[in-house]
Protein backbone atom coordinates (compact mmCIF):
# COMPACT_ATOMS: atom_id res chain seq x y z
CA UNK A 1 0.00 0.00 0.00
CA UNK A 2 1.10 3.53 -0.88
CA UNK A 3 -0.11 6.80 0.65
CA UNK A 4 -1.87 8.94 -2.29
CA UNK A 5 -3.05 12.03 -1.16
CA UNK A 6 -5.30 13.85 1.25
CA UNK A 7 -8.65 15.63 -0.13
CA UNK A 8 -9.31 19.03 0.92
CA UNK A 9 -12.74 21.29 -0.33
CA UNK A 10 -11.88 24.55 -0.13
CA UNK A 11 -14.24 27.31 -1.85
CA UNK A 12 -12.08 30.36 -2.89
CA UNK A 13 -9.18 28.09 -4.71
CA UNK A 14 -6.69 31.60 -5.09
CA UNK A 15 -7.53 32.12 -1.14
CA UNK A 16 -6.63 28.33 -0.19
CA UNK A 17 -3.27 28.34 -2.73
CA UNK A 18 -2.84 31.82 -1.22
CA UNK A 19 -2.29 30.00 2.21
CA UNK A 20 -0.56 26.64 1.20
CA UNK A 21 1.72 27.94 -1.38
CA UNK A 22 2.48 31.06 -0.99
CA UNK A 23 2.35 31.53 3.25
CA UNK A 24 3.12 27.40 3.91
CA UNK A 25 5.53 26.81 0.98
CA UNK A 26 3.54 24.03 -0.66
CA UNK A 27 4.37 23.68 -4.43
CA UNK A 28 1.51 23.12 -7.05
CA UNK A 29 2.30 20.29 -8.87
CA UNK A 30 -0.47 19.54 -10.81
CA UNK A 31 -4.29 21.22 -11.87
CA UNK A 32 -6.94 19.21 -13.45
CA UNK A 33 -9.92 21.45 -14.09
CA UNK A 34 -12.84 19.95 -14.93
CA UNK A 35 -15.67 22.48 -16.75
CA UNK A 36 -18.41 19.00 -17.36
CA UNK A 37 -17.89 18.57 -13.76
CA UNK A 38 -18.01 22.44 -12.41
CA UNK A 39 -14.74 21.58 -10.70
CA UNK A 40 -10.93 22.25 -10.45
CA UNK A 41 -8.45 19.58 -8.38
CA UNK A 42 -5.03 20.93 -7.68
CA UNK A 43 -2.81 19.00 -6.55
CA UNK A 44 0.17 20.65 -3.92
CA UNK A 45 3.35 19.00 -2.61
CA UNK A 46 6.23 19.72 -0.53
CA UNK A 47 8.85 19.48 -3.37
CA UNK A 48 11.53 17.73 -1.40
CA UNK A 49 13.10 14.66 -2.66
CA UNK A 50 11.51 11.68 -2.05
CA UNK A 51 8.04 12.89 -0.95
CA UNK A 52 5.52 11.71 -3.02
CA UNK A 53 2.54 12.90 -0.37
CA UNK A 54 0.31 15.10 -1.97
CA UNK A 55 -2.97 17.46 -0.86
CA UNK A 56 -5.53 17.34 -3.53
CA UNK A 57 -7.15 20.73 -3.15
CA UNK A 58 -11.11 20.43 -4.73
CA UNK A 59 -12.95 23.47 -5.96
CA UNK A 60 -16.48 22.70 -6.75
CA UNK A 61 -17.07 25.71 -8.99
CA UNK A 62 -20.54 26.77 -7.78
CA UNK A 63 -20.51 26.16 -3.95
CA UNK A 64 -21.83 29.24 -2.18
CA UNK A 65 -21.32 28.50 1.69
CA UNK A 66 -18.42 27.73 3.59
CA UNK A 67 -18.28 23.87 3.93
CA UNK A 68 -19.22 22.55 7.57
CA UNK A 69 -15.83 22.26 9.64
CA UNK A 70 -15.81 20.24 12.49
CA UNK A 71 -12.36 18.29 15.31
CA UNK A 72 -13.99 14.98 13.27
CA UNK A 73 -11.12 15.67 10.20
CA UNK A 74 -8.09 15.83 11.95
CA UNK A 75 -5.22 17.47 10.57
CA UNK A 76 -3.00 17.58 8.11
CA UNK A 77 1.07 17.32 9.72
CA UNK A 78 4.49 18.52 8.16
CA UNK A 79 8.08 18.23 9.91
CA UNK A 80 9.63 21.67 9.54
CA UNK A 81 13.37 22.06 9.97
CA UNK A 82 12.53 24.84 12.37
CA UNK A 83 9.48 25.28 13.87
CA UNK A 84 9.96 28.80 15.51
CA UNK A 85 11.21 30.68 12.38
CA UNK A 86 8.36 28.84 10.35
CA UNK A 87 6.16 30.02 12.79
CA UNK A 88 7.29 33.11 13.06
CA UNK A 89 7.15 33.71 9.11
CA UNK A 90 3.62 32.77 9.27
CA UNK A 91 2.27 35.10 11.66
CA UNK A 92 4.05 37.82 9.82
CA UNK A 93 2.15 37.11 6.75
CA UNK A 94 -1.34 37.06 9.08
CA UNK A 95 -1.49 33.45 9.90
CA UNK A 96 -2.87 33.19 13.65
CA UNK A 97 -0.68 30.43 15.40
CA UNK A 98 -3.88 28.61 16.94
CA UNK A 99 -1.54 25.94 19.24
CA UNK A 100 1.90 28.02 19.70
CA UNK A 101 5.12 25.65 19.58
CA UNK A 102 5.32 26.15 23.63
CA UNK A 103 7.23 22.97 24.02
CA UNK A 104 9.68 23.73 20.73
CA UNK A 105 7.88 20.53 19.19
CA UNK A 106 4.84 21.13 17.91
CA UNK A 107 2.83 24.40 16.88
CA UNK A 108 -1.17 24.16 15.01
CA UNK A 109 -2.71 26.79 12.13
CA UNK A 110 -5.37 26.56 10.35
CA UNK A 111 -6.22 27.39 6.63
CA UNK A 112 -8.91 29.70 5.41
CA UNK A 113 -11.19 27.25 4.91
CA UNK A 114 -10.93 26.12 8.85
CA UNK A 115 -8.53 22.63 7.69
CA UNK A 116 -6.43 22.21 10.73
CA UNK A 117 -2.35 21.97 10.29
CA UNK A 118 0.20 20.52 12.40
CA UNK A 119 3.45 21.57 12.73
CA UNK A 120 6.74 19.38 13.93
CA UNK A 121 9.82 19.94 14.67
CA UNK A 122 12.14 17.76 12.63
CA UNK A 123 14.39 15.62 15.08
CA UNK A 124 14.22 16.68 18.91
CA UNK A 125 12.29 19.32 20.38
CA UNK A 126 13.83 22.61 20.54
CA UNK A 127 14.60 24.33 23.66
CA UNK A 128 11.18 26.45 24.85
CA UNK A 129 11.85 29.74 24.03
CA UNK A 130 9.93 33.57 23.87
CA UNK A 131 7.41 34.43 22.51
CA UNK A 132 6.67 30.97 21.94
CA UNK A 133 7.24 29.76 25.50
CA UNK A 134 4.29 31.69 27.28
CA UNK A 135 1.93 31.97 24.06
CA UNK A 136 -1.37 30.66 24.62
CA UNK A 137 -3.66 28.88 22.40
CA UNK A 138 -6.22 31.00 20.61
CA UNK A 139 -9.63 29.03 18.80
CA UNK A 140 -9.42 25.24 18.15
CA UNK A 141 -7.26 23.05 16.37
Same mark, same amino acid.
Given at each position: ?????????????????????????? !??????????????????????????? @??????????????????????????????????????????????????????? !????????????????????? @????????????
Amino acid at each position: MHFLHTMLRVRDLDLALDFFCTKLGL !IELRRRPSPEGRFTLVFLGTGAEGDTS @EVELTHNWDEQEAYPTGRFFGHLAYEVDDIYALCESLMTKGVVIHRPPRDGRMAF !IKSPDGHAIELLQKGDAKAPA @EPWKSMTSTGTW
